[in-house]
């Protein structure tokens, strides 16, 4: 290497260390305004900033015409407010987006810290949004592709389904305007449901790369625009179980089976999670047959010869959740491996898992809490919603302390008790031939 070359270098070096320095970590903050709207940052020094405001307005929200009003929601950020017109927000938020959970709204924007003047725009853009009828109208084609994309996926259909027949209303609720409802909303339906739930002690702001005192600032401009209180009560979740069978032409056939699972922040949340690692929760090794650590995947490949593939489902709301398996196989094979996969469940709640099982599972679950902990793209929905919901967050090593201390009667015995619960089903594919759900069970 050239004398000059390796001076550069060194000097970069040393530079580095130098930034590294004088650069401390630094936790975490959550702090709530007067009025209740939660403020969290986390400043890691980034490049790149990122800012996300969530709102417990999902679907779940929705009641009698209502239905379908998170998904326009959506999609009205970049309409316009009373001060700013939707070409000029469009023009100066890019990398701004919208997704939603069944219980809540979650938006947020990307961008580097020399254009942090437009993050306040962006809070804006989302808490003082007020799109004219005609404006509406504009989104009628995006609300259109959104169901021809979902309409195209076998599994979000199958999960969509799923959730309708194992929920009355609440949870239940679909995550995406029906078509015959698609261009039905009215301004006054939409200005409803914002004040029913865009209201401060329902909202949470959080910055990734900003300090604490710049969320706060966002946030407190944001508040000029929401209600105070908590808006209109929240409907608990019913789970009544039930079934869905949706016909098809196609020989790939999605089918899921479950029963009520336990909510966000149960005592069993966690020996749940580490029995759905135990189960299997899909490849993690590319082209891996995925036999050697899930139960699931041994069970199925027993029965069949055509490739499939199975994992665990494991899904948490904040008074319910649904627990059990997704499987997609072929047609002619389906009915044999659902009643495999029943047969291993049940095996379960008989004889339990081993130690050296449980063991493995809680290494597989701790691994993948630290992995989606290094990444703010990953991690920053789950920091949304502990934010909203609970207005704290949790620390990455008092949870996996927690898991450790999970006893393996602890897991056996949370297997029991959510296995045996009430079932639900829902498939889709060519399902002629493949058995009921009374007939599984």
């Given at each position: 290497m050239r004398p000059q070359v390796a001076s550069q270098l060194k000097n970069l070096s040393d530079i580095r260390?130098?930034?590294?320095?004088?650069?401390?970590?630094?936790?975490?903050?959550?702090?709530?305004?007067?009025?209740?709207?939660?403020?969290?940052?986390?400043?890691?020094y980034s490049p790149l900033v990122r800012l996300a405001i969530i709102v417990n307005a999902g679907?779940?929200?929705?009641?009698?015409?209502?239905?379908?009003?998170?998904?326009?929601?959506?999609?009205?950020?970049?309409l316009g407010t009373r001060d700013y017109s939707g070409a000029s927000i469009s023009r100066r938020l890019e990398?701004?987006?919208?997704?939603?959970?069944?219980?809540?709204?979650?938006?947020?924007?990307?961008?580097?810290?020399?254009?942090?003047?437009?993050?306040?725009?962006?809070?804006?853009?989302?808490?003082?949004?007020?799109?004219?009828?005609?404006?509406?109208k504009q989104i009628e084609p995006n609300l259109a592709w959104d169901n021809t994309l979902m309409a195209d996926q076998p599994n979000i259909r199958m999960l969509e389904a799923l959730h309708d027949a194992a929920y009355k209303g609440t949870l239940g609720n679909s995550l995406y305007a029906a078509p015959y409802m698609v261009g039905k909303h009215t301004v006054e339906q939409l200005g409803a449901f914002r004040n029913q739930t865009?209201?401060?002690?329902?909202?949470?702001?959080?910055?990734?790369?900003?300090?604490?005192?710049?969320?706060?600032?966002?946030?407190?401009?944001?508040?000029?625009h929401v209600r105070e209180g908590s808006g209109s009560p929240v409907e608990p979740a019913k789970y009544i179980g039930g079934s869905a069978r949706i016909g098809t032409e196609s020989s790939l056939v999605h089918a899921a089976l479950v029963t009520e699972g336990v909510s966000l922040f149960s005592k069993d949340a966690l020996p749940l999670a580490i029995l759905q690692r135990a189960m299997g929760t899909g490849m993690h090794v590319k082209w891996s047959d995925n036999t050697a650590a899930s139960k699931l995947t041994q069970a199925a490949c027993k029965v069949a010869k055509d490739p499939l593939a199975v994992s665990c489902i494991n899904i948490n709301y904040?008074?319910?959740?649904?627990?059990g398996f997704h499987v997609a196989a072929q047609s002619a094979e389906m009915d044999k491996v659902l009643r495999a996969l029943v047969a291993q469940f049940g095996a379960v709640t008989k004889s339990g898992l081993t130690q050296q099982e449980v063991q493995r599972a809680k290494e597989?679950?701790?691994?993948?809490?630290?992995?989606?902990?290094?990444?703010?793209?990953d991690s920053l929905e789950d920091v949304c919603v502990q934010a909203c919901t609970q207005g704290t967050l949790s620390n990455l090593e008092e949870t996996l302390q927690a898991v450790d201390k999970v006893t393996i009667n602890d897991v056996n015995n949370v297997a029991k008790k959510v296995i045996n619960g009430k079932p639900s089903m829902a498939a889709i594919g060519k399902l002629d031939g493949i058995s009921w759900l009374e007939e599984l069970m």
């Open positions: 260390a130098r930034v590294a320095v004088s650069l401390p970590r630094k936790a975490a903050q959550i702090t709530r305004l007067k009025n209740g709207l939660t403020v969290v940052s986390n400043e890691n679907p779940r929200h929705e009641s009698g015409d209502q239905r379908g009003l998170s998904h326009v929601l959506r999609h009205t950020m970049e990398n701004v987006s919208c997704t939603s959970t069944r219980e809540h709204l979650i938006y947020s924007l990307d961008g580097l810290r020399e254009t942090m003047y437009n993050f306040r725009l962006f809070g804006h853009a989302v808490s003082a949004s007020s799109p004219a009828p005609w404006e509406l865009f209201c401060a002690k329902r909202m949470a702001v959080v910055g990734f790369g900003m300090s604490h005192g710049e969320v706060e600032d966002i946030s407190r401009m944001i508040s000029n904040t008074d319910s959740g649904l627990f597989r679950l701790k691994s993948s809490l630290a992995m989606q902990h290094e990444s703010s793209v």
